[in-house]
């Protein structure tokens, strides 16, 4: 079943793109700014943030000799693209309902492509980053080539997790639901506000087996840590588990209720 | 991509769909002992329920029931029967869109569909966009969409209309742009639900004669769902009458036709 779905996936690339590319579309339609908005937002909220440490909060201490405001936008980009994920993620087949139930079209790439075109926007966001911190005079070290390699894995990582809650999200509404108000627990729980290593050893190993943290973490390893992230094993093996029991019940999921999705939706 | 044969085999349960894109083959479709079941839930809590236990009760009603009938290549059949018999959802396990629950379904060649014109589009989207998405998706290259869509405007009669985004189009207005792409793609099967009284009286004629076209070249087979026996006259060679999710009778038209009307 595995090698079926990334069968399709692979025999419908080209379209599993241009999807991608509009839902981008759909989403910037209608703005006057269009694509500027792609870096608009990011702007907007570093700009926020500056505000709001330059006058509000007053306690950024720099994280590794890097300003707090790096280390802040390195989490919270990657948030937006997981929080999307979680929340609209989860039911891509009521966004596309022609796609499932109109036309014959595998509802495996719709996962694909819906967290294609988000993951365009975060890339986006982090070109951004980059610029504005070179531009602020902190030059992008080695380890930023790790940086396309982990949003490589995290759209594997989200892909599942698209795939294995989708078909509940189609079957229930209620579910749906569920996802959407999940978005703000998993905001405060996971790190992206504060640091995680002030917090006590056991909560950091239940921490460890979250995924939305270790995404976070390792897009700041890339930015503000100076580390590889593959070295960081005791995140890192806890994260391949989680990975390997989301795919597992993405495949599980998908196999028994594919078939049940067109008669529901 | 024409050139390429895809054969596909989905086992699901007790059913089995083989599906290729051979046009070659001398047969069409066949349904060999297809049953299609619905589960109904009480509500969507319910339904949730039962993909974690299978003790959640629900109820079932068989949309098609044992269902067996053959079209051979090139053929034009005219399935009827009257509303709930079962016809909608044989159509649509035809296109794809939905699962037999057991019995087998073989489909030879690329079918498109006329089911319910207006659906099928993003209402987001402009005509033009929609248009080539679905060109893309069902596998033409850069340069056929490109000869093929002006074509599509043309006949869809939406003139500049077609930036404008779809939720702005009138119902006609989506179901002419809906027939225009879905009889312009040259499947090896067409298959036809009611939508033959498309907008105005001139626009319904025009696409009589573009089906009538469609069913004149070689090697297309069309598949006609309808309540009027007139239409199923004047397009098709032979009629499967459909009761009960169940094919009934099959011969040639008149007969068929007959024997609907008697029954």
Redesign the interface.
Known sequence: MLFSIIRENW?WR??VW??AK?DL??TY?GAALGKLWLFAKPAVYIFVFWFALRFGIRSSADVNGKPFLLWLAAGVFPWFFMSDMITTGSDVYRR?P?L??????PLSLISTFYTLSLLIIMACMMAFTVVVAAIFGIHPSVYLLQLPLVMAIMFVFWVAWSMMLS??GA?????AKLMKTLGTPFFWLSGILFRLDSLPHAARVVMAFNPVSWCVEAVRDCFVYDIWFWTQWQDFVPFLIVLAVVALLAVHNYR??H??V???I | MSSEVIAETTRIGDATVVRDENAAEPIAVRFDHVTKTYKLFKNDRQRLLATFSKRVKYDTVNASDDLSFTVPRGASVALLGDNGAGKSTALKMITGVCFPTSGLLEVHGRVSALLELSAGFDMKLSGMENIDMRCQLWGLSREESERLIPEIVEFSELGKYITQPMRTYSSGMRARLGFAFASSIRPDILVVDEALSVGDRKFAAKCRDRVRGIIARENVTVLFVTHSTRMAREFCETGIVIQHGRAVFSGGIDDAVAYYERS
């Open positions: 025999r080209h379209q241009n999807l509009i579309v759909k339609r596309y022609y499932v139930n109109r036309i014959k079209f078909p509940l079957i229930s509404r209620d579910f028994r209720l078939t049940e067109p008669d529901v």
